[in-house]
């Protein structure tokens, strides 16, 4: 029991366990406007032009009450939410790449240097060449 509970909780505390929480209740917050912005501003604009409380729409066949407008409703609700989800994910990437260029091209810059006897590429600190043994005074090289 000791050990379910410590596997339990090396899994509730990994990261990836955490963002996923708060996916899920960003995404309900999310999920709670937009089904405003449907119900209570998309849906009365299209009734406008069905001349009836859109998401009432019922069709009867054969004593049967098939409700097309409530469908129509969540088909809408779920193409604004794809819609959102997929500009904020490109939003996240375009920012977590900008993050990950910068770096990668000052450390290339700083880490090496080329050794002026025999022009190989060694670390910047190197006071003397791993390759031809040549003996270097420390000034940057380019
Ligand atoms: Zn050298």
């Not at 366990?17 to 604009?45: H, R």
């Not at 500009?87 to 880490?111: D, F, M, R, W, Y």
């Amino acid at each position: 029991m000791k050990k379910i509970l410590g596997e339990f909780k090396q899994f509730a505390l990994k990261g990836n366990v955490l963002d996923l929480a708060v996916g899920v209740i960003i995404g309900a917050a999310f999920q709670g406007i937009v089904k405003s912005l449907v119900d209570d501003i998309i849906s009365p604009v299209i009734g406008l032009f069905a001349k009836k409380d859109f998401s009432s729409l019922v069709l009867t066949v054969f004593d049967v009450n098939i409700r097309y407008g409530a469908f129509i409703t969540a088909v809408i609700n779920f193409l604004i939410m794809v819609l959102l989800i997929f500009l904020l994910v490109k939003a996240i990437n375009k920012l977590s790449n900008i993050g990950k260029k910068q770096p990668q091209v000052t450390e290339k810059e700083v880490t090496t240097k080329e050794c002026p006897f025999c022009y190989t590429e060694i670390s910047v600190k190197a006071s003397r060449c791993p390759n031809c043994t040549s003996i270097l005074d420390n000034q940057s090289f380019k």
